[in-house]
């Protein structure tokens, strides 16, 4: 998987920076993200405090590694049922 660049201490403390009333464009000059950037984790991250954004993170991990394991056992079932003479 893709490493962050961010860490969510990072993003959590540009949120409430944001939060706090600081200009969108003085945040993204100052941390080099674009608008979009911030905008997205405003919607991913709200008002999440830290420990809740790596819990967040950490499901969305496992979630990934889970929807994998489905569809390789998907594909399993279907090459079985191929050789079997069943695929239909």
């Known amino acids: 998987m893709k490493q962050a660049r961010f860490t969510i201490e990072q993003i959590s403390a540009v949120l409430r920076a944001h939060a706090a009333g600081a200009e969108p464009g003085d945040l993204v000059r100052r941390h080099g993200i674009s608008k979009a950037t911030l905008y997205h984790w405003k919607r991913q991250y709200g ?7 790596k819990r967040l993170k950490a ?3 496992e979630n990934h590694r889970l929807k994998r ?3 390789d056992q998907a594909l399993n079932v279907q090459i079985l049922k191929d050789v079997l003479g ?3």
Request: zero cysteines; a negative charge; proline letters at 0%.
């Open 47 to 53: 008002d999440l405090q830290v420990s809740d954004a």
């Open 86 to 88: 069943n695929g239909r």
């Open 59 to 61: 499901l969305e991990e």
């Open 69 to 71: 394991r489905v569809a």
